[in-house]
Protein backbone atom coordinates (compact mmCIF):
# COMPACT_ATOMS: atom_id res chain seq x y z
CA UNK A 1 0.00 0.00 0.00
CA UNK A 2 1.39 3.42 -1.10
CA UNK A 3 2.12 6.01 1.32
CA UNK A 4 -0.38 8.59 0.34
CA UNK A 5 -3.44 6.15 1.10
CA UNK A 6 -5.07 7.08 4.51
CA UNK A 7 -4.34 10.93 3.89
CA UNK A 8 -7.35 14.05 3.85
CA UNK A 9 -10.59 12.48 3.37
CA UNK A 10 -9.89 8.30 4.68
CA UNK A 11 -12.24 6.37 6.43
CA UNK A 12 -11.13 3.18 8.05
CA UNK A 13 -14.05 0.58 9.54
CA UNK A 14 -13.42 0.24 13.02
CA UNK A 15 -14.97 -3.16 12.56
CA UNK A 16 -12.46 -4.56 10.13
CA UNK A 17 -9.77 -2.61 10.28
CA UNK A 18 -10.16 -1.92 6.29
CA UNK A 19 -8.87 1.41 5.25
CA UNK A 20 -10.27 3.61 2.53
CA UNK A 21 -8.30 6.10 0.88
CA UNK A 22 -7.35 8.35 -2.43
CA UNK A 23 -4.84 6.42 -4.68
CA UNK A 24 -1.54 7.89 -5.86
CA UNK A 25 0.92 6.05 -7.50
CA UNK A 26 1.35 3.63 -10.53
CA UNK A 27 1.61 0.60 -7.62
CA UNK A 28 -1.78 1.43 -6.53
CA UNK A 29 -3.04 1.83 -9.90
CA UNK A 30 -1.84 -1.20 -10.81
CA UNK A 31 -3.38 -3.24 -7.67
CA UNK A 32 -6.85 -1.57 -8.53
CA UNK A 33 -6.95 -2.93 -12.61
CA UNK A 34 -5.45 -5.98 -11.06
CA UNK A 35 -8.77 -5.80 -8.59
CA UNK A 36 -11.14 -5.14 -11.46
CA UNK A 37 -9.38 -8.05 -13.36
CA UNK A 38 -10.47 -10.69 -10.60
CA UNK A 39 -13.76 -9.05 -10.09
CA UNK A 40 -15.06 -9.08 -13.34
CA UNK A 41 -13.15 -11.63 -15.12
CA UNK A 42 -12.40 -9.63 -18.24
CA UNK A 43 -10.97 -11.20 -21.04
CA UNK A 44 -7.02 -10.36 -22.72
CA UNK A 45 -7.15 -6.95 -23.56
CA UNK A 46 -10.73 -5.30 -23.10
CA UNK A 47 -10.14 -4.31 -19.77
CA UNK A 48 -12.35 -0.92 -19.78
CA UNK A 49 -10.04 1.34 -17.35
CA UNK A 50 -6.77 0.29 -17.09
CA UNK A 51 -4.20 1.57 -14.35
CA UNK A 52 -2.77 4.26 -17.22
CA UNK A 53 -6.23 5.58 -17.59
CA UNK A 54 -6.59 5.80 -13.51
CA UNK A 55 -3.37 7.25 -13.65
CA UNK A 56 -4.59 10.08 -15.89
CA UNK A 57 -7.97 10.47 -14.56
CA UNK A 58 -6.33 11.50 -10.88
CA UNK A 59 -3.81 13.86 -12.80
CA UNK A 60 -6.69 15.31 -14.29
CA UNK A 61 -8.68 16.01 -10.92
CA UNK A 62 -10.98 12.91 -10.61
CA UNK A 63 -11.61 10.38 -8.08
CA UNK A 64 -10.03 6.74 -7.59
CA UNK A 65 -9.66 5.40 -4.16
CA UNK A 66 -9.12 1.66 -2.99
CA UNK A 67 -10.09 0.10 0.33
CA UNK A 68 -7.07 -2.09 2.06
CA UNK A 69 -7.39 -5.18 4.32
CA UNK A 70 -3.69 -4.49 5.31
CA UNK A 71 -1.13 -4.41 2.24
CA UNK A 72 -4.03 -5.95 -0.02
CA UNK A 73 -6.33 -4.00 -1.67
CA UNK A 74 -9.66 -5.45 -1.42
CA UNK A 75 -11.83 -2.71 -3.48
CA UNK A 76 -11.59 -0.48 -5.74
CA UNK A 77 -13.38 2.88 -7.18
CA UNK A 78 -13.49 5.18 -10.14
CA UNK A 79 -15.55 8.06 -11.17
CA UNK A 80 -14.92 11.33 -13.10
CA UNK A 81 -16.74 14.67 -13.39
CA UNK A 82 -19.92 15.42 -15.18
CA UNK A 83 -22.11 18.00 -15.87
CA UNK A 84 -24.35 20.05 -13.86
CA UNK A 85 -22.02 19.39 -10.88
CA UNK A 86 -22.33 15.69 -10.84
CA UNK A 87 -19.65 12.97 -10.14
CA UNK A 88 -20.26 9.79 -12.50
CA UNK A 89 -18.90 6.72 -10.88
CA UNK A 90 -17.87 4.36 -13.37
CA UNK A 91 -16.41 1.05 -11.78
CA UNK A 92 -16.77 0.07 -8.07
CA UNK A 93 -15.64 -3.36 -6.98
CA UNK A 94 -14.89 -5.57 -4.47
CA UNK A 95 -13.49 -8.91 -3.74
CA UNK A 96 -16.13 -11.56 -2.05
CA UNK A 97 -15.87 -11.95 1.21
CA UNK A 98 -15.20 -8.35 2.51
CA UNK A 99 -18.81 -7.44 3.19
CA UNK A 100 -19.13 -3.33 3.95
CA UNK A 101 -16.30 -2.67 2.03
CA UNK A 102 -18.89 -1.15 -0.89
CA UNK A 103 -20.57 0.99 1.50
CA UNK A 104 -17.44 2.36 2.85
CA UNK A 105 -16.05 3.18 -0.54
CA UNK A 106 -19.79 4.82 -1.36
CA UNK A 107 -19.58 6.97 1.51
CA UNK A 108 -15.64 8.18 0.82
CA UNK A 109 -16.69 9.17 -2.78
CA UNK A 110 -19.58 10.95 -1.58
CA UNK A 111 -17.62 12.85 1.28
CA UNK A 112 -14.48 13.45 -1.29
CA UNK A 113 -17.32 15.01 -4.03
CA UNK A 114 -19.16 16.80 -1.43
CA UNK A 115 -15.49 18.84 -0.08
CA UNK A 116 -15.18 19.62 -3.78
CA UNK A 117 -18.94 21.30 -3.78
CA UNK A 118 -20.58 18.26 -5.73
CA UNK A 119 -23.92 17.63 -4.71
CA UNK A 120 -24.48 14.47 -6.94
CA UNK A 121 -22.98 10.99 -8.48
CA UNK A 122 -25.10 8.88 -10.88
CA UNK A 123 -23.60 5.07 -11.80
CA UNK A 124 -24.99 2.77 -13.92
CA UNK A 125 -26.22 -0.83 -12.53
CA UNK A 126 -27.57 -3.76 -14.20
CA UNK A 127 -31.13 -3.67 -12.60
CA UNK A 128 -31.50 -7.59 -12.86
CA UNK A 129 -29.27 -8.18 -10.06
CA UNK A 130 -31.14 -8.08 -7.03
CA UNK A 131 -28.22 -7.53 -4.30
CA UNK A 132 -27.03 -4.73 -6.68
CA UNK A 133 -30.87 -2.94 -6.41
CA UNK A 134 -31.23 -3.51 -2.94
CA UNK A 135 -27.57 -2.11 -2.26
CA UNK A 136 -28.12 1.71 -4.30
CA UNK A 137 -31.58 1.92 -3.38
CA UNK A 138 -31.99 0.56 -0.26
CA UNK A 139 -28.80 0.70 1.34
CA UNK A 140 -27.39 4.39 0.17
CA UNK A 141 -30.89 5.74 -0.97
CA UNK A 142 -30.12 6.55 -4.39
CA UNK A 143 -32.95 6.70 -7.14
CA UNK A 144 -33.32 5.27 -10.78
CA UNK A 145 -33.51 8.05 -12.92
CA UNK A 146 -33.33 6.56 -16.58
CA UNK A 147 -33.64 3.25 -18.19
CA UNK A 148 -30.95 2.15 -20.73
CA UNK A 149 -31.51 -0.74 -22.98
CA UNK A 150 -28.58 -2.65 -23.93
CA UNK A 151 -26.02 0.77 -22.97
CA UNK A 152 -22.54 -0.66 -23.16
CA UNK A 153 -23.23 -3.23 -25.86
CA UNK A 154 -21.97 -6.39 -25.80
CA UNK A 155 -19.00 -7.00 -22.91
CA UNK A 156 -16.26 -9.14 -22.88
CA UNK A 157 -16.22 -10.21 -19.30
CA UNK A 158 -17.09 -13.51 -17.22
CA UNK A 159 -19.73 -12.10 -15.42
CA UNK A 160 -21.74 -10.08 -18.22
CA UNK A 161 -20.74 -12.44 -21.23
CA UNK A 162 -23.94 -13.00 -23.32
CA UNK A 163 -26.10 -11.03 -21.98
CA UNK A 164 -27.43 -7.33 -23.47
CA UNK A 165 -26.04 -4.61 -21.30
CA UNK A 166 -29.36 -3.14 -20.17
CA UNK A 167 -28.62 -0.10 -17.19
CA UNK A 168 -30.58 1.52 -15.06
CA UNK A 169 -29.16 5.32 -14.27
CA UNK A 170 -29.37 5.81 -10.16
CA UNK A 171 -28.58 9.33 -8.57
CA UNK A 172 -27.43 10.12 -5.53
CA UNK A 173 -28.29 13.57 -4.23
CA UNK A 174 -25.53 13.97 -1.47
CA UNK A 175 -27.65 16.01 0.85
CA UNK A 176 -31.47 14.68 0.20
CA UNK A 177 -32.73 13.87 3.64
CA UNK A 178 -32.94 10.47 2.04
CA UNK A 179 -28.82 9.64 1.82
CA UNK A 180 -28.18 11.54 4.55
CA UNK A 181 -30.08 8.75 6.65
CA UNK A 182 -29.30 5.83 4.30
CA UNK A 183 -25.41 7.04 5.01
CA UNK A 184 -25.85 6.84 8.49
CA UNK A 185 -27.18 3.12 8.31
CA UNK A 186 -30.81 3.52 8.10
CA UNK A 187 -31.95 1.88 5.02
CA UNK A 188 -34.74 3.59 2.92
CA UNK A 189 -37.89 1.11 2.70
CA UNK A 190 -40.26 2.14 0.70
CA UNK A 191 -43.95 2.00 1.36
CA UNK A 192 -45.68 -0.65 -0.25
CA UNK A 193 -49.48 0.01 -0.54
CA UNK A 194 -52.11 -2.72 -0.14
CA UNK A 195 -53.68 -2.14 -3.80
CA UNK A 196 -50.17 -2.24 -5.48
CA UNK A 197 -50.46 -4.96 -8.29
CA UNK A 198 -47.21 -6.88 -9.59
CA UNK A 199 -46.49 -6.09 -13.05
CA UNK A 200 -43.68 -8.61 -13.11
CA UNK A 201 -43.46 -11.80 -10.75
CA UNK A 202 -41.22 -15.14 -10.78
CA UNK A 203 -42.78 -18.57 -11.52
CA UNK A 204 -39.41 -21.07 -10.71
CA UNK A 205 -36.99 -19.14 -13.04
CA UNK A 206 -39.16 -17.95 -15.37
CA UNK A 207 -40.51 -14.31 -15.69
CA UNK A 208 -44.16 -13.91 -15.99
CA UNK A 209 -45.59 -10.57 -16.86
CA UNK A 210 -48.83 -9.52 -14.72
CA UNK A 211 -50.70 -5.91 -14.69
CA UNK A 212 -49.58 -2.68 -14.80
CA UNK A 213 -52.62 -0.20 -14.76
CA UNK A 214 -52.21 0.34 -10.72
CA UNK A 215 -50.77 3.28 -8.90
CA UNK A 216 -48.14 1.42 -7.56
CA UNK A 217 -46.45 -1.52 -9.52
CA UNK A 218 -44.02 -4.24 -8.18
CA UNK A 219 -41.66 -5.35 -10.58
CA UNK A 220 -39.75 -8.62 -9.43
CA UNK A 221 -36.12 -9.74 -10.77
CA UNK A 222 -34.67 -13.16 -10.55
CA UNK A 223 -32.77 -14.65 -7.77
CA UNK A 224 -29.81 -14.85 -9.31
CA UNK A 225 -29.26 -13.75 -13.06
CA UNK A 226 -25.84 -14.86 -12.75
CA UNK A 227 -26.58 -18.83 -12.28
CA UNK A 228 -29.32 -17.98 -14.58
CA UNK A 229 -26.99 -17.09 -17.52
CA UNK A 230 -24.90 -20.07 -16.59
CA UNK A 231 -27.36 -22.67 -16.56
CA UNK A 232 -30.31 -21.19 -18.54
CA UNK A 233 -29.29 -18.50 -20.86
CA UNK A 234 -33.21 -19.14 -22.38
CA UNK A 235 -34.76 -18.22 -18.83
CA UNK A 236 -32.16 -15.25 -18.41
CA UNK A 237 -32.55 -13.48 -21.71
CA UNK A 238 -36.04 -13.85 -20.74
CA UNK A 239 -35.98 -11.95 -17.64
CA UNK A 240 -33.54 -9.22 -19.49
CA UNK A 241 -36.40 -8.65 -22.28
CA UNK A 242 -39.32 -8.98 -19.83
CA UNK A 243 -38.03 -6.32 -17.38
CA UNK A 244 -36.84 -3.65 -19.87
CA UNK A 245 -40.20 -3.96 -21.10
CA UNK A 246 -42.38 -3.88 -17.56
CA UNK A 247 -40.14 -1.74 -16.02
CA UNK A 248 -38.36 0.64 -18.24
CA UNK A 249 -41.52 1.02 -19.76
CA UNK A 250 -42.88 2.37 -16.65
CA UNK A 251 -39.77 4.58 -16.17
CA UNK A 252 -40.30 5.88 -20.12
CA UNK A 253 -43.94 6.99 -19.27
CA UNK A 254 -42.58 8.95 -16.52
CA UNK A 255 -43.41 6.72 -13.32
CA UNK A 256 -40.86 6.90 -10.26
CA UNK A 257 -38.92 3.89 -8.81
CA UNK A 258 -39.51 4.47 -4.84
CA UNK A 259 -37.24 1.52 -3.57
CA UNK A 260 -36.51 -1.67 -3.70
CA UNK A 261 -38.93 -4.08 -1.70
CA UNK A 262 -38.02 -7.18 0.31
CA UNK A 263 -34.59 -7.73 -2.00
CA UNK A 264 -36.90 -8.58 -4.26
CA UNK A 265 -38.49 -6.03 -6.43
CA UNK A 266 -38.65 -2.67 -7.41
CA UNK A 267 -41.89 -0.74 -6.32
CA UNK A 268 -42.90 1.82 -8.75
CA UNK A 269 -45.11 4.44 -8.54
CA UNK A 270 -47.00 6.18 -11.39
CA UNK A 271 -46.91 9.80 -11.30
Wanted: hydrophobic share 40%; glycine share 12%; with cysteine.
Amino acid sequence: MGEQIGHAGANVMATTGILVGNLHTNEEFGQADALFGRVWGFEPDSRPITAGLMRALTHAGNYVSGAFDGDRMVGASVAFFGQDSTLHSQNTGVEAGHPGVGFELKRHQRLWALERGISRITWTYDPLVRRNAHFNLAKLGARPAEYLPDFYGALADAVNHGDESDRVLATWPLTDPQVEAAVRRAPHLPEVPEDAVLGLAADGDRPVVGRTDGRVVLVAVPEDIARLRAEDAGAAKAWRHAVRDVLGGLMAEGATVTGFHRRTCYVVERN
